[in-house]
Antibody
Framework: EEKLVESGGGLVQPGRSLRLSCTASGFTFSNYWMHWVRQAPGKGLVWIARLDGDGNNIGYADSVRGRFTVSRDNAKNTLYLEMTSLRGEDAAVFYC????????????????WGQGTVVTVSS | DIQMTQSPAALSASVGDRVTITCRASQSIDIHLNWYQQKPGKAPKLLICGASSLQSGVPSRFSGSGSATDFTLTISSLQPEDFATYYCQQSYGEVVTFGGGTKVDIK
């Protein structure tokens, strides 16, 4: 079974840092671009970042560029999101998602999602 | 960034109804448009990519159409398990953007 499992969420004070992880199983992780998407409570989906299978080609949303860093360790089948200088508006459920490009040719299409990890930013 | 506008924001419908959700892009995105279904407390699920290509395992009552700036998601006969929030998403621009969502609930 193809699966993504996020971890690392929790309560963090404003201005502090947090690292999220997303562990993949059931597919060849290194073949796929990966993304992070977040959803604030009661709100819609917002794309945050992407990186390619080698971890060399990276893109960010303006709202997180310079504060968040996406990376991966293909030997561990794991995607990371390092978040610094966290703000109240960063509070959300964070999802990792697999890019469908390798499977279907439709890039920037999210064909597999994790269950999400909750980040709360509060003093 | 490309703005995606969905309408309506919410609708009430009955089992068996035909439901149509629209999505408009702020510029042409060809057919780089995807649709997701999200149920409360769950991750989104990809329904349709490339504007009209149904994902494997998705019931045929779901269909998508459109190109350039105007797109629609149609559910031909609404089933109880279809009550959810639906999002469109463009995969044309460097920055991926989603529509604001359409919540479909029971009339």
């Amino acid at each position: 079974e193809e699966k993504l499992v996020e971890s690392g969420g929790g309560l963090v004070q404003p201005g502090r840092s947090l690292r999220l992880s997303c562990t993949a199983s059931g597919f060849t992780f290194s073949n796929y671009w990966m993304h992070w998407v977040r959803q604030a409570p009661g709100k819609g989906l917002v794309w945050i970042a992407r990186l390619d299978g080698d971890g060399n080609n990276i893109g960010y949303a303006d709202s997180v560029r310079g504060r968040f860093t996406v990376s991966r360790d293909n030997a561990k089948n794991t995607l990371y999101l390092e978040m610094t200088s966290l703000r109240g508006e960063d509070a959300a459920v964070f999802y990792c998602a697999r890019d469908g490009g390798y499977s279907s040719g439709y890039f920037d299409t999210f064909d597999l999602w994790g269950q999400g990890t909750v980040v709360t930013v509060s003093s | 960034d490309i703005q995606m506008t969905q309408s309506p924001a919410a609708l009430s419908a009955s089992v068996g109804d035909r439901v149509t959700i629209t999505c408009r892009a702020s510029q042409s995105i060809d057919i780089h448009l995807n649709w997701y279904q999200q149920k409360p407390g769950k991750a989104p699920k990809l329904l349709i990519c490339g504007a009209s290509s149904l994902q494997s395992g998705v019931p045929s009552r779901f269909s998508g159409s459109g190109s350039a700036t105007d797109f629609t998601l149609t559910i031909s006969s609404l089933q109880p398990e279809d009550f959810a929030t639906y999002y469109c998403q463009q995969s044309y621009g460097e920055v991926v953007t989603f529509g604001g969502g359409t919540k479909v609930d029971i009339k």
